[in-house]
């Protein structure tokens, strides 16, 4: 594959026996033209393609607000770092004669950084039902009120496909006080019985104008807070999600 950088305006389709297109941070790709593709058939090819198949499965579902912890850059740039990341963790199983990509809750990462996590779950933990959960979270460090909060993301894996989440809901705490938090998140459509629900917990703290701008909000609701994390001037640094809890519902 030939790299081309700093190229003058752009360059995309085919020219010749190659083929152009843009990338992340202004670099121009080139890539031999092929024009015979072969549907994967030794064994390493039928397990890349079922890597890559759930991969762009579990992609294709996150919002990419879900994804802005994942380092600087642009919203494809980040995308690409949590797909490179999830292709490194996928395992395969072998069942029935066939081969299953899968991939453990606890090996997804959806933010990266150095902000501590500084809440735990309160005693009364998560409340799971058919189209909800409530997660009850309470901030330990009272000198973070007011400039620490969490974004949420609730995973749904269907227990008719096992091998990664189907969907994906969040939500976002700031904590302004040591008092406990609840956060209920709707699911898309009510869950089934064995469907595995995974909770994450994405830490941020702050930037000084996002607290003293946070203060002075009249509506915290969860939609309004939402839009105000997704501000880049508001949030100073992430944290590492953690993986929660995973969750097995079943119908009362």
């Known amino acids: 594959m030939g ?5 003058w305006g752009s360059a995309r389709g085919r020219v010749g026996g190659v083929v152009f297109s843009k990338g992340d941070n202004g670099l121009v790709y080139g890539r031999s033209y092929q024009p015979n593709v072969l549907n994967p058939k030794s064994p390493a090819q039928l397990n890349q393609r079922a890597k890559m198949n759930l991969v762009g499965q579990m992609s294709s579902v996150t919002p990419k607000e879900v994804l802005l912890g994942m380092g600087v850059g642009s919203n494809r740039i980040r995308r ?32 990266k950084g150095a902000s501590p996590v500084k809440a735990v779950a309160d ?4 409340v799971l039902t058919a189209s909800s959960i409530l997660v009850a979270t309470q901030l330990v460090d009272a000198t973070y009120a007011g400039r620490y909060g969490e974004r949420v993301v609730v995973a ?9 989440y189907s969907s994906l809901v969040y939500g976002d705490i700031i904590y302004d006080n040591t008092s406990v938090k609840n956060l209920t998140l709707t699911f898309p459509k009510p869950i089934v019985t064995d469907t595995m629900v995974c ?10 104008d996002g607290s003293q701008a946070y203060k002075q909000m009249v509506n915290d609701g969860t939609d309004i807070t939402a839009e105000f994390i997704n501000s880049p001037s508001v949030v100073k ?12 519902f079943t119908q009362a």
């Open 80 to 111: 690409s770092e949590f797909t490179r990341h999830l292709l490194g963790v996928v395992t395969l199983v072998t069942s029935g004669g066939s081969t299953i990509a899968k991939v453990d809750p606890g090996d997804v990462v959806f933010s």
């Open 123 to 126: 005693a009364t933990g998560r």
């Open 3 to 7: 790299v081309f950088t700093k190229m």
């Open 237 to 248: 640094e992430w944290g590492n999600s953690i993986n929660d809890a995973n969750l097995v």
């Open 156 to 164: 749904l894996i269907d227990p008719a496909n096992k091998a990664g």
């Open 199 to 208: 909770v994450y917990r994405l830490p941020f703290t702050l930037t000084e």
